[in-house]
């Protein structure tokens, strides 16, 4: 997808592209928008297709407008500039900060379906801090589609053994809030499991991961009080 169409899905009507849920098994080509106030990016990451790997990230600076389009800028001591072509090589033009905008695309191949990758991407004003709000999601097979293969869980070799899924950092979270209540392990795992869950990502594995939870908040207490003995 070229620049100017992703800046104006992105910047004019991203709300008409909106998946409008937590992405789970999309195993097809398929471009979509989350707004990360609904769905953070790290959500919209444990989408029940398993391990994958990270094949890099890339920032780029682009004049943007709905009418004349875009094109690549570059920075050079904060000031923004885009190479034109002149009768003896180039020149620069330079161009208002107001206009500029950083796309970053974050790309990851499946790690049991090489062919298989997603690309995340989310557009910032450089005359703002943060990203804006929506963000696009664009899965594709290289080389047309193919049966999808579920990796099992870590180094299990059992034919029988499930296949693994990255838990949604809200699963956590919500076990975390339990803990600080003071709730047992098998109350929250109780409460936990009788939820209804838009993913696999979002279900509970058992009381062994509520069990780890408790562990690492005990680790962590005790690392942090001997620290400040000191």
């Not at 180039?90 to 499946?110: F, G, I």
């Not at 809200?170 to 209804?196: F, R």
């Not at 562990?215 to 009080?225: S, V």
Request: proline fraction near 5%; charged fraction near 30%.
């Amino acid at each position: 997808m070229d620049h100017f169409t992703t800046l104006n899905i992105l910047l004019e009507n991203p709300e008409e592209l909106d998946l409008k849920h937590k992405p789970s098994a999309i195993r097809e080509d398929k471009i979509f928008t989350l707004d990360h106030r609904v769905i953070p990016i790290a959500s919209a990451e444990a989408d029940d297709n398993g391990a994958y790997l990270s094949k890099g990230n890339a920032k780029r600076f682009y004049q943007y407008s709905s009418a004349s389009g875009s094109r690549t800028v570059h920075s050079e001591n904060g000031v923004f500039f885009a190479n034109v072509k002149a009768s003896k090589g180039y020149r620069k033009e330079y161009v208002p900060k107001e206009e500029v905008y950083e796309l970053a695309r974050h790309y990851k191949t499946n790690k049991a379906n090489p062919s298989f990758s997603r690309a995340i991407i989310t557009v910032r004003a450089v005359t703002e801090r943060e990203p804006k709000p929506w963000y696009l999601v664009l899965y594709k097979w290289t080389g047309g589609p193919k049966p999808f293969i579920l990796q099992r869980h870590g180094n299990a070799m059992k034919p029988t053994a499930s296949a693994y899924f990255r838990k949604d950092p809200v699963v956590s979270e919500t076990i975390d809030e339990y803990l600080a209540q003071g709730l047992s392990v098998d109350k929250i795992y109780g409460t936990m499991s009788k939820e209804v869950c838009q993913s696999v990502s979002e279900t509970i594995s058992g009381p062994k991961m509520i069990e780890n939870r408790k562990f690492h908040q005990k680790a962590h207490k005790e690392t942090r009080d001997t620290a400040g003995e000191h």
